[in-house]
Structure formats: structure tokens, C-alpha cells
């Protein structure tokens, strides 16, 4: 499902035998570059892109027949070069509480997963994946439990925006009554194992002619690659999140072992090279509350001594659990403590309230039920369908 396409060859075969690329997803510059590709006189490549762009992203269109504005034979020839292909979702889902959960399906074997949290701050947030699996192996992480099947193409992961959009019915895009209006790189897999897909992306869900996303309503959230933490910012612009978790080295290693390669000394200071970091700018702290492990009142003061110098708001997530987890969520009470704690030194510090549980759509439950699932519900098919085959055959 990536938009691959063999450009030299297309420009001179029988046009017809071609695959088609999907312009779903795509820079602005390489729209440019396949423009220029196919042939496009060079003085009218830009104007040809800006209207490409506007119809695809702007528009949301899946077609090219509505393409007013581009002469017809213009729209015939993007016609045989290229389509508008949604991803194929192998399964849509609504919680009782509204949250929605989309598996899409980027090959055999490849699903990752977006899911729509509403009423989050002004609106609502979409939680995209950035990789298919993941390598950090959290502890108390569902996700983590799988191994990393790939990084997912800056076109795969702008076609999760697009996903929802079209579900929301968000087109064409507009500044005003937005259902959907921040996106956290919060799914599944770890953006800084991918920042050059994530960063590409978000150019393309930012920019202004299109799907206009502000960058200050893009959040990319990290478990702590220190050393990329401040070209994040420097490529992006986008808002930051660290997965914390731990105030101390020894458990942080248990909990989020990349802390191993980069302890906690070293994730600060990478934090605080963080561009335009300030009042308006704030680091947003991930802590989930295990319970008698990381949930105590002395971990809530040594977490306001780690923070100090650093403009943080801290968001405390009730753990979420999954068949297997060695943990369990911490009391209420014992949030609430902790979260006194925080709000007394002035941090604002909202504990998450956990959306989507019922569908597994909830903070590190993402993806891997469903996926072993549907692992063994597709050799349930297989078997089946071959013994039919089988069964064809012999009649
Ligand atoms: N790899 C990145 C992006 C994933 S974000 C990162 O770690 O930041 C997913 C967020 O959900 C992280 O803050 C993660 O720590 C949290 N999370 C994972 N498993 C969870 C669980 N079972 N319950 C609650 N939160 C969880």
C-alpha cells in the first residue's frame, strides 16, 4: 500500500498495463517531482500540484471527475496515472463512550491500528500509529509485546487522518466545528524510530491549503530517544510528549528499558534542547499509574524535583490492562493523592480518563488482540478454504 511506483517505466508503457499511484497521502513535493515525472510542462507543474492538492486534501475527493477546475483531457490523463485509494480497513469500531477504532490493513500480515478519541480538550484527538508493532518492549505495554513488522510511509500514516476524516465527515476541511482537531502520535510504535516518515507527514497534515492541522495540535510522543528528541522539534514544530513513567533509573529500565541506552540525566537535557520550549509551549509528561509500583506520594515529589526548570504538564493515565500484564491499575484514591501532589505545585496534571477499553482502543491495548485474533481466525479461513478447494477439486 505504499505509493510505489516504477515513474520511468510508467512514462513509457502501454499506460493502461500500469499501476496506478496513489496520490492519497503524498508531499507536496514529490506531487511536484510526479508531475514533473509524467511530463507536466515545467511552468505549470506547481499551479497542476496546487490543484491536485486542493482537491485531494482539502476536498477529500476519491475521484478525479470532480475536478472542476482541471480541463477534462488534463483530468483524463491523472485519470489513467493516478487514484485516490482509501486503505482497506479489515475493522471499524465504535466504544459506548464514542471512542473509534480503525485496523487497517497496509499488507498481509500488516495492520496497525487509528483510533478517534472525541471530547478530548476542544474537541477531539485521532491517536495514529507510526509503526506496525514495536521494538521498545515496555512492560506494561500490549503493544510492546509485539515484535516490529515495519515502519509504516509518511503516506500510510497521513492516510490515517484521512481515514477519519472521511468517517467524520470532515471534508471539505474546515477551520470551524471540527470533530477532529489534534493529532498524537500515540499509537502504536515509536515516532522517533521513524521520524523521517512522521516528519514528512506532518508536513503534509499541517500545510494550509490541505488538511491544515496546526502544528501546536500535533503531538508526537516518545519513550526516549534522547538523541533525536531536539531535531523533533527542529524538523516538526510539533508539541512533545515523553512516556516517563518512572522517576528513577532503576525502575524507569524496568518499566521503559530504552532508558538503558538513554537514562534519565540524558532524556532531560535532551528535553530541554527542545525548541521554543515556554509557558505556551509545554513538554506533556506521560505517567501511568501501576499500582505499589510507581504510585506512591514520594515518586509524586520526586517527579515535581525531576520536572523543575522544565515547562511540563503531566497527564496521569490509569493503566489500562490486557490479558498477561503483570500489573494493575493504581486505586483511585492513590491518583487522586498523587494528583494533588502535582496540582499543588501548580502543574496541571488531568488524570486520562480511559476511553475505549470496551474495543480495546485504550492506551497500550492497542492492536495485538485483535491482530492474534485475526491471526488465527485467517488460518481458521485458510484451512477452510483449501479443504473447499480440495473438496472442488475432487468432485
Ligand atoms: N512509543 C511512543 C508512542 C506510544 S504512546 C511512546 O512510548 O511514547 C502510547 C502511550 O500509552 C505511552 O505513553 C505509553 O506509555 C502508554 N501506555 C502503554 N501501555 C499502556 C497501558 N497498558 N495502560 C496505559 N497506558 C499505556
Known sequence: MTQSLDISHAANADRASCV?????????????????????????????????????YHYGVRDFSGMTDIAKAQRAEF???????????????????????????????????????????????????????????????????????????????????MVARDALEEWPTSNENRKLTNIVFMGMGEPLYNLDNVAEAIDTISHN?????????ITVSTAGVAPLIPELG???????????????????NELVPINKKYPLKELFEAIREYPDLGNSKKVTFEYVMLKGVNDSVAEAKDLLRLLRGTPAKINLIPFNPWP????????????????????????????????????????????????????????????????????????
Open 209 to 217: 491549503e490541505g488538511i491544515s492541522f496546526g502544528r501546536r495540535r
Open 20 to 56: 496506478k499511484e496513489n496520490l492519497a497521502g503524498i508531499g507536496f513535493d514529490a506531487l511536484k517531482k510526479t508531475l514533473e515525472d509524467r511530463g507536466i510542462e515545467p511552468k505549470k507543474v506547481n499551479m497542476r500540484a496546487r490543484q491536485l492538492w486542493r482537491w485531494v
Open 234 to 252: 527542529r524538523r516538526t514544530n510539533a508539541m512533545l510528549a515523553i512516556s516517563l513513567h518512572a522517576t528513577n533509573d532503576d525502575l524507569r
Open 79 to 161: 485519470e489513467d496515472w493516478f487514484e485516490l485509494k482509501r486503505p482497506e480497513i479489515t475493522e471499524a469500531l465504535v466504544s459506548v463512550d464514542g471512542t473509534r477504532k480503525w485496523l487497517i490493513e497496509y499488507g498481509p500480515n500488516t495492520e496497525a491500528e487509528t483510533v478517534f478519541i472525541p471530547d478530548v480538550g476542544r474537541a477531539g484527538a485521532l491517536c495514529v500509529s507510526s509503526q506496525v508493532g514495536c521494538t521498545l518492549n515496555c512492560s506494561f505495554c500490549h503493544t510492546g509485546t509485539q515484535k516490529l513488522v515495519r515502519n509504516l510511509t509518511a503516506a500510510e500514516i497521513v492516510r490515517q487522518v
Open 324 to 395: 498477561g500484564s503483570q500489573y494493575e491499575c493504581s486505586d483511585w484514591e492513590t491518583i487522586e493523592n498523587f494528583a494533588e501532589v502535582l496540582n499543588r505545585a501548580g502543574y496541571s496534571s488531568p488524570i486520562r480518563t480511559p476511553r475505549g477499553r470496551d474495543i480495546l482502543a485504550a492506551c497500550g491495548q492497542l492492536r495485538s488482540e485483535s491482530v492474534k485474533q485475526k491471526a488465527s481466525d485467517r488460518r481458521k479461513a485458510e484451512l477452510a478454504a483449501k479443504t473447499a478447494a480440495e473438496g472442488t477439486a475432487a468432485e
